[in-house]
């Protein structure tokens, strides 16, 4: 079945960086869009950044274009988000989600919590 | 980009029926909504695709046919007869642009109590 693992939150003080994992498996990673959409704490969904199945195509939200990079591997069934420059406003879950035309599948999320 | 609109709230008694709305700004009444079923401490879960014609494809693994939806104008319902404790979650909606697809948007979300 497909199953989506995300792992390397933690806490982090502004301006720090950290790099997110998403494990996958039960599926042909290779031939599916990718993205990650954060949720803050009691809040909605925010959609974070977009990736194409071969790389070649990349989206970011404006509120962390230039300071979060998404990234795949397709050898190792990953996907990455490398995050910069962390503000107190990117505390959040973070979740890796399969994209089908729809996002058809998440992970269970790791919390990132941005503090001094 | 559409704004999509969700009542923070909603209850149903077990075994009644709730019906979720999600409203999309005004002109975007074209646009495809997803929902998305939350349950605490949990990733979400796709429920279905909905257009002004009902559903488009297919409805996510394990969602029951309690489960329906319907679309009119710029609204997008979800409707979950006779409601199970299980059902108890937050729902979503979401809309993405499609092949052009440079931007997803979020609704709040609904919390949905079983009462």
């Known amino acids: 079945q497909v199953q989506l693992v995300e792992s390397g939150g933690g806490l982090v003080e502004p301006g720090g960086s950290l790099r997110l994992s998403c494990a996958a498996s039960?599926?042909?990673?290779?031939?599916?869009?990718m993205s990650w959409i954060r949720q803050s704490p009691g809040k909605g969904l925010e959609w974070v950044s977009y990736?194409?199945?071969?790389?070649?195509?990349?989206h970011d939200a404006d509120s962390v274009k230039g300071r979060f990079t998404i990234s795949r591997d397709n050898a190792k069934n990953s996907l990455y988000l490398q995050m910069n420059s962390l503000r107190a406003e990117d505390t959040a879950v973070y979740y890796c989600?399969?994209?089908?035309?729809?996002?058809?599948?998440w992970g269970q999320g790791t919390l990132v919590t941005v503090s001094s | 980009q559409p704004v999509l609109t969700q009542p923070p709230s909603a209850s149903a008694s077990l075994g009644a029926s709730v019906t979720l709305t999600c409203t999309l700004s005004?002109?975007?009444?074209?646009?495809?909504v997803d929902w998305y079923q939350q349950k605490p401490g949990k990733g979400p879960r796709f429920v279905m695709r909905?257009?002004?014609?009902?559903?488009?494809?297919s409805k996510g693994d394990g969602i029951p046919d309690r489960f329906s939806v319907l679309g009119s104008g710029l609204n997008r319902y979800l409707t979950i007869k006779n409601i199970q404790e299980e059902d108890e979650s937050d729902y979503h909606c979401?809309?993405?642009?499609?092949?052009?697809?440079?931007?997803?948007?979020f609704g709040g979300g609904t919390k949905l109590t079983v009462l």
């Open positions: 039960g599926f042909t990673f290779s031939d599916y869009y």
């Open positions: 909905v257009g002004t014609g009902g559903i488009v494809g």
């Open positions: 989600a399969r994209y089908h035309s729809e996002f058809d599948y």
């Open positions: 005004s002109g975007y009444s074209n646009y495809k």
């Open positions: 990736i194409s199945h071969d790389s070649n195509i990349i």
């Open positions: 979401g809309a993405d642009h499609g092949s052009g697809f440079n931007f997803v948007v």
